[in-house]
């Protein structure tokens, strides 16, 4: 069982930056894939980027590549989200997941992440 919390969101200004934080419970952390994702009101749930177990490997969605920066720390069994350039509409709700997967290869569907987060409200204002 994995628990997932994640924290660092908040109200920023376009052009602003925020990093987001996703602390798992369990012993194994270090064998999940984890993943970002992320629902904006009235939308449906969008992959954001996601980090193989080693960190070796990582998958950005098009409309957050070189502004966000995925990073994980398995030693703290935490994944980070470092999001820069904000625009309106990365405002979301921003959810961290994972799955057991001890390769290298990234999922970017829901439906693959087993384990998710209560979600973190990330805010961009014009």
């Known amino acids: 069982q994995v628990q997932l919390v994640e924290s660092g969101g908040g109200l920023v200004q376009a052009g602003g930056s925020l990093r987001l934080s996703c602390a798992a419970s369990g012993r194994t952390f270090s064998s999940y894939a984890m993943g970002w994702f992320r629902q904006a009101p009235g939308k449906e749930r969008e992959f954001v980027v996601g980090i193989s177990w080693s960190g070796g490997n990582t998958f950005y969605a098009d409309s957050v590549k070189g502004r966000f920066t995925i990073s994980r720390d398995n030693a703290k069994n935490t994944v980070y989200l470092q999001m820069n350039s904000l625009k309106p509409e990365d405002t979301a709700v921003y959810y961290c997941?994972?799955?057991?997967?001890?390769?290298?290869?990234?999922?970017?569907?829901?439906?693959?992440?087993?384990?998710w987060g209560q979600g973190t409200q990330v805010t961009v204002s014009s």
């Open positions: 997941a994972a799955v057991y997967l001890y390769s290298d290869y990234v999922p970017s569907s829901g439906g693959e992440y087993y384990y």
